[in-house]
T-cell receptor, first 112, second 113 residues
Framework: EADIYQTPRYLVIGTGKKITLECSQT?????MYWYQQDPGMELHLIHY???????EKGDLSSESTVSRIRTEHFPLTLESARPSHTSQYLC???????????FGPGTRLTVT | GENVEQHPSTLSVQEGDSAVIKCTYS??????FPWYKQELGKRPQLIID?????GEKKDQRIAVTLNKTAKHFSLHITETQPEDSAVYFC????????????FGKGTKLSVKP
């Protein structure tokens, strides 16, 4: 079944560490997004991509970076994690020719 | 840019009652308005959406209405059940964009048995 996968689902890491959050999809969608969300709170768009080699920053300033080398993968990297990065990170996808946007299960990150 | 306001932020109803959540948007060219339901610890799930050329859409117990003149849209849930308890997000897609949704801040709905 087509889906969006995020790994790890939970991560506790110390300040200063470099981390990469993985997002992969078998939806066959061109557009991919990263959102930051404190539990049950507002969704903030931090990065998006319209296809391979296309990446843009979103509305919320973020110290993270992303890459899109393959259609299926859209990893997010934090070079030096800080406690302020503690949050849930949600990956989403959308087919280029349709409206519907779908979310992955999320990665809950805690930086100590 | 587009701005989406959502009210109320919390809503508590008795099982069987109706629940209404309202959103307003600022960009008159916005053309797509989805609603997402997010249960505790789960991903947001698309539950219903409406496009700007339609005034109302219904799917079983849920319905969405759109008033383009007033720039607001609403989610209606009838015969609420405890499993409807969740955070609901509205969103709007600004006209001319590549599809970046602008989300409201969410409504926490509690349905009491």
């Amino acid at each position: 079944e087509a889906d969006i996968y995020q790994t790890p689902r939970y991560l506790v890491i110390g300040t200063g560490k470099k981390i990469t959050l993985e997002c992969s999809q078998t939806m066959g969608h061109d557009k991919m997004y990263w959102y930051q969300q404190d539990p049950g709170m507002e969704l903030h768009l931090i990065h998006y991509s319209y296809g391979v080699n296309s990446t843009e920053k979103g509305d919320l300033s973020s110290e993270s970076t992303v890459s899109r080398i393959r259609t299926e993968h859209f990893p997010l990297t934090l070079e030096s994690a800080r406690p302020s990065h503690t949050s849930q990170y949600l990956c989403a996808t959308r087919r280029d020719t349709t409206d519907e946007q779908y979310f992955g299960p999320g990665t809950r990150l805690t930086v100590t | 840019g587009e701005n989406v306001e959502q009210h109320p932020s919390t809503l508590s109803v008795q099982e069987g009652d109706s629940a209404v959540i309202k959103c307003t948007y600022s960009d008159s060219a916005s053309n797509y308005f989805p609603w997402y339901k997010q249960e505790l610890g789960k991903r947001p799930q698309l539950i219903i959406d409406i496009r700007s050329n339609v005034g109302e859409k219904k799917d079983q117990r849920i319905a969405v209405t759109l008033n383009k003149t007033a720039k607001h849209f609403s989610l209606h849930i009838t015969e609420t059940q405890p499993e409807d308890s969740a955070v609901y997000f509205c969103a709007a897609r600004p006209g001319g964009s590549q599809g970046n949704l602008i989300f409201g801040k969410g409504t926490k709905l509690s349905v009491k048995p």
